[in-house]
């Protein structure tokens, strides 16, 4: 969810084709960011057309000598990212993948479609794609689809573009109901009564748009008492949710609760609300939504109400879902996963089980 926000330091990742032995895992200081800790992806749901492999009309192959592509959006430095490309690594060596090459985009759209581009030349049988934006890379699924190359993408959703030919299916959280579920957290630690701030993540991709429009539905329909008095984008950074707090906060110093659309947002806003001489988590309520082990932890801490997860480790999922199609079976354009929820109730059981 998904997801561009920073918690731990930049680090290099590879330029040329990497194998699953070679590539530079990203490093950091989270102690959670592992591809195997925590609990694996469960489907919750799968709805839309399904595809198989002669319907798709790419060639079958063993994935022991296949060359898999691994599209990673954004820098490896917030604990989302870090145990997406983790899970995804683990799996691809537990499963023996031939060669697995990573790409990281960086944030930047153009360099995802080059990123892409450039696997395929390598030779890349499938694609893995968690995209930057749901729009803008028609230029890279239609090289996937010049060379027969299935495309799964995980985490974001493509606009405009259609299953079983443009894509094979995608993987992730249900983004509206995770915006619901934060709201309800939200007016059962507020009474049902507050003046609501919404940080915003970024512009461009349906996590933001369905977290925001999931938790403005449950507001409007259960829980009149709070009420938003502004929202803005942070970027789905912990630097920007704290610049973003600290103006909002200047502007609407009526502000008794805060919605943030990422853990690392919320975590900003935490310093920003104890810099203004507030106490988080309980002058301003705080709700968030990925459930990393930080934030978690925040919750235990009674500065942070509640988290909802979305969960990172797609690989046991991811590469089944590819294991089911080369075999032949129907695949469903869309897969739901399972997501936690953490409160005041179960963080302290659940938070070493936060990435």
């Known amino acids: 969810m998904m997801k561009a926000s920073l918690r731990m330091g930049a680090l ?4 040329a ?3 699953v032995s070679g590539c530079a895992n990203p490093e ?3 102690s959670g960011a592992s591809g195997t800790s925590g609990g694996q992806q469960t489907t ?8 198989t492999i002669d319907q798709y009309g790419t060639p079958k192959i063993d994935l022991k000598n296949a060359v898999v592509g691994f599209s990673q959006s954004e820098t490896e430095a917030n604990p989302f990212r870090i145990t997406e490309t983790a899970s995804i690594t683990d799996e691809a060596t537990k499963l023996g993948v031939k060669q697995l090459l990573k790409r990281n985009a960086n944030s930047n759209l153009n360099q995802q479609n080059s990123d892409i581009e450039g696997m395929l030349a390598q030779g890349a049988n499938l694609l893995i794609v968690a995209p930057l934006n749901s729009d803008g890379l028609g230029k890279a699924l239609d090289a996937a689809k010049a060379r027969h190359v299935p495309v799964l993408t995980i985490d974001r959703k493509l606009n405009g573009v ?18 619901k579920r934060a709201a309800a957290q939200l007016a059962k630690v507020t009474g049902g009564s507050g003046k609501v701030a919404i940080l915003l993540g970024a512009t461009g991709n349906n996590v933001t748009t369905d977290r925001t429009s999931g938790f403005k539905d449950y507001l409007n ?18 630097e920007k949710g704290q610049s973003v707090t600290e103006q909002l906060l200047q502007s609407h110093p009526e502000i008794t609760a805060i919605y943030a659309e990422n853990d690392e947002m919320a975590l900003g806003a935490v310093t920003a609300i104890t810099a203004a001489g507030k106490k988080p988590g309980t ?4 709700v968030s939504v990925d459930g990393t082990r930080a934030a978690v932890q925040d919750i235990v801490s009674g500065t942070l109400n509640g988290d909802v997860e979305s969960n990172p480790r797609f690989g046991p999922l991811t590469f089944s879902t590819l294991q089911d199609y080369l075999a032949g079976k129907k695949v469903p354009s869309t897969i739901t996963i ?6 005041s109730g179960n963080a302290a059981a659940e938070v070493a089980n936060a990435y």
């Open 221 to 238: 329909s259960s829980a009149k008492g709070l009420s938003i008095v502004a929202e803005q984008n942070a970027d789905f950074t912990r």
């Open 44 to 51: 919750t749901a799968t709805s839309g057309s399904t595809c």
């Open 162 to 179: 259609t299953p079983c030919k443009d894509y094979l299916a995608f993987i992730g959280s249900d983004f509206v109901t995770q915006g």
């Open 17 to 19: 084709a990497l194998t």
């Open 338 to 343: 399972q997501d936690k929820e953490y409160d």
């Open 12 to 15: 290099l990742t590879a330029a």
């Open 283 to 286: 002058d301003i309520k705080i």
């Open 28 to 30: 950091g200081t989270n």
